[in-house]
């Protein structure tokens, strides 16, 4: 039942996209050759303009063979439940961008663009002429936006109608988990955490068949019990969620289903391990496991930084006239400079001065030595308080991005004295200093910033690492704007 509704779902997409691009296809048509905004209509002799009938024949025929298989290569009508939404409708618009390219390309290059126009000569006899065009680039931006924005939307709506199918109970998968133990309890707490992703958790299975329920999960048998508990309770995954010590009941589980229509997921017990994303190289035909690698690299990084300095660049020229207006504020409210200067830890654990402007009394901490930021902090200057709440003290720090300090995303900068002392008590703290610090990071989109838990703030800075691309660093940003930057903790 689960393969026929993957099925169902990717024919819907597919018919989705299909009646996008055609939408697309007939509004680009009208905006560029009947409509007189946005562009003006071609200058030439109206029986010169093609048809709709010609433009269909030459351009949307090819469109709808070419998109649609640029889509299915790119894996977009793969039909997964748990997946980055943000990130698959970033590599739409990607696939689109080269899709439409191509379209034009065999418009261009293999297709001969004429029609037949008629002609009245001399004496009433009339004939015909056969007239060519070239594809209008103005068309083709308004396809590939249309397109883009028709297919978004198209998808949105289907996902949106499956999340309120399965939170009511509608298309459900019936999910046994192997194990009881820490890393049963994480796939059980995300589980939770996304009902739309219509998990039915028919229990955990144990060793010996016994144990305490998490969350409303009981335990549902033994783990030789699981290839019973398959065919009574339909069972279409089962999530392995035991310790690496557990090997020979791994290989014992997965040898009993092995004849069973259940799909198997692994979660591994790699976890004190993997500290950021591993891959596999090759040694000379020899696979190797790299427990620390990381895909901030190469041309990605290259991308990334490109992105910082042209992004900071252009919010140190939106928020130029905001600058003397905080300074002054700065300056007449308190004594002292108005910027602030303090030493941060960044990439590679080199040490780097952080601007900001200056939000609290000078010398704040000498009789204190270096504290945490608190509520109603009495250190705060008059105006300090209100620009820390609006994260305006840290619009100087656009320029530490320029210089090569610091990235738009990553985890934020904490300063030596911290580090030393963080170091030594949270496993893997120092991983944060293998790629920029940020302006705004995962974990401070999620609350975990100022005085909060510092263990969550750096599992979530992990995840970040280990789980790295420039649609996440969107979707980061964009969390940002919408509710990263005025928060309960910015204080």
């Known amino acids: ?23 697309a296809f007939s509004l680009a048509y009208w905006l560029r050759f009947t409509a007189q905004y946005p562009v003006p209509v071609i200058e030439t002799r109206a029986e010169d303009v093609p048809t709709f009938a010609v433009y269909a024949r030459s351009v949307l ?39 439409t390219l191509a379209v034009a390309a065999i418009v261009s290059l293999v297709v001969r663009p004429e029609q037949l126009v ?15 065009w070239t594809l209008s680039r103005w068309f083709l931006l308004f396809f590939y936006l249309g397109t883009t924005v028709l297919m978004l939307t198209g998808r949105v709506a289907i996902q949106k109608t499956l999340d309120r199918a399965r939170r009511s109970g509608r298309n459900l998968k019936q999910i046994l988990i192997a194990g009881d133990g820490p890393l049963a309890q994480v796939v059980i707490d995300r589980m939770r955490m996304h009902e739309e992703f219509g998990f039915r958790m028919a229990g955990m299975l144990t060793s010996s068949g016994t ?6 999960v009981d335990i549902a048998g033994s783990l030789a019990d699981a290839k019973q508990l398959v065919r009574e309770r339909s069972i279409d995954q089962i999530y392995v969620a035991l310790p690496l010590s557990a090997h020979e009941e791994i290989l014992q589980l997965l040898r009993d289903v092995s004849h069973e229509v259940v799909d198997i997921k692994v979660v591994p017990d790699l976890l004190q391990y993997i500290t950021l994303g591993a891959g596999v190289e090759d040694l000379d035909g ?14 990605p990084a290259f991308t990334k930084r490109a992105i910082d300095i042209l992004a900071a660049g252009s919010a140190l020229l939106l928020f130029a006239p905001l600058f003397p207006l905080i300074a002054a504020a700065v300056k007449l409210t308190s004594k002292g400079p108005v910027l602030f200067r303090q030493e941060r830890m960044g990439l590679d654990g080199r040490s780097f001065n952080l601007l900001k402007f200056r939000s609290m009394v000078m010398d704040a901490e000498v009789a204190t030595g270096p504290v945490w930021a608190s509520e109603q902090d009495s250190r705060c200057t008059p105006i300090g308080a209100a620009l820390r709440k609006l994260s305006l003290d840290e619009l100087p720090q656009f320029w530490n991005i ?28 120092m991983h944060r200093h293998r790629v920029r610090a940020g302006l705004t990071g995962w974990a401070q989109v999620h609350g975990w910033r100022g005085n909060t838990s510092l263990n969550k703030r750096i599992e979530y800075d992990l995840y970040y690492i280990e789980n790295w691309s420039l649609a996440l660093d969107i979707k980061i940003l964009w969390m940002t704007v919408t509710n990263g930057m005025v928060h309960e903790h910015a204080y």
């Open 1 to 23: 039942m689960i393969r026929q509704h993957r099925t169902q779902q990717a024919i819907a997409l597919f018919v989705s996209d299909i009646v996008a691009i055609a939408l």
């Open 211 to 216: 144990g305490e329920s998490y969350r409303g």
């Open 61 to 99: 025929l090819p469109a709808l063979v070419v998109l649609p298989l640029g889509l299915a290569s790119a894996g977009l009508y793969r039909v997964r439940r748990v997946y980055a939404r943000i990130e698959t409708y970033i590599h739409l618009a990607a696939a689109l961008s080269f899709g």
């Open 402 to 429: 320029i210089r090569g300090d610091m990235s738009l995303v990553g985890p934020r900068p904490e300063r030596p004295f911290f580090v030393d002392e963080f170091r030594e008590q949270i496993p893997h703290y």
């Open 118 to 132: 008629p002609v009245a000569v001399a004496g009433g006899v009339e004939t015909v002429r056969v007239t060519t």
């Open 286 to 299: 020899v696979p190797i496991v790299n427990l620390s690698r990381i895909p901030m690299e190469g041309l």
